[in-house]
């Protein structure tokens, strides 16, 4: 069972995991600017810079695809969920957090 | 679509498709605590950056606590994802809540070393 029973508007949601997906993409573009000004010194600060803005292109570069994805999903009735972009992001996320482990305690 | 990994072929076999609207909240939901996690990761960075008034093995272990929070929660909002993206699909109730304890009491943590290191600074 796929469609919900209840009249509703598809449309909504999907903008709002966009939107969130955007979210996501300036958070990291956030920490990757807020590294920016000790990414002279560690080179540590720099690979972390690098990666957190390469995260963010990425996510942003490729929301409107997903959107379309999504949409296209919704409309054939197939599953809607993005376990390899999920995936990405957790792997992303959790470089991010060791290389600024490594340069904040050394 | 592209080949998909096996983990996610045998998630997309199990159960039906849920309601995608749960699939969309499950997937906002993870993407905030993927914030929140940048958030902690961000605090850290500052903490290091800025809290020159500490000394600096103070400023060293809050940093790197606050990082580490980040870090070990952007791990469990995946899991928390994946086990509640099977809930769905099998039609079972969503797994409890684990992610708010650990940024509860990591947060205390945080916050009482920040306060000792003020005091003692």
Not at chain 1, 5 to 15: F, V
Not at chain 1, 38 to 58: D, E, Y
Not at chain 2, 3 to 23: I, K, N, V, Y
Not at chain 2, 29 to 44: E, K
């Amino acid at each position: 069972m796929t469609a919900p029973q209840e009249p509703w508007d598809p449309g909504l949601q999907n903008e709002r995991t966009t939107l969130a997906w955007v979210r996501s993409a300036l958070s990291f573009a956030a920490v990757g600017t807020l590294v920016a000004k000790q990414a002279g010194g560690a080179a540590t600060f720099g690979v972390l810079m690098v990666l957190a803005l390469l995260t963010a292109t990425l996510m942003a570069a490729t929301a409107e695809r997903r959107h379309h994805g999504r949409e296209g999903a919704l409309r054939s009735s197939r599953s809607v969920a993005a376990p390899l972009p999920i995936l990405g992001t957790t792997v992303a996320t959790v470089a991010v957090a060791a290389l600024a482990f490594v340069a904040v305690t050394t | 679509m592209s080949r998909r990994p096996s983990w996610a072929q045998r998630l997309q076999e199990q159960g039906s498709d849920p309601d995608p609207r749960f699939s969309f909240a499950n997937e906002r939901t993870f993407l905030a605590w993927i914030r929140t996690s940048l958030a902690l990761v961000a605090a850290g960075v500052g903490v290091d950056a800025f809290a020159t008034d500490i000394p600096a093995w103070g400023r060293r272990s809050l940093a790197g606590l606050l990082v580490l929070l980040g870090g070990v929660l952007s791990t469990f909002a995946f899991r928390r994802w994946l086990r509640s993206e099977q809930a769905l699909r099998a039609k079972r109730p969503l797994p409890t809540n684990q992610l708010a304890p650990v940024i509860g009491y990591g947060l205390t943590l945080g916050a009482v070393l920040a306060v000792a290191l003020i005091m003692l600074g």
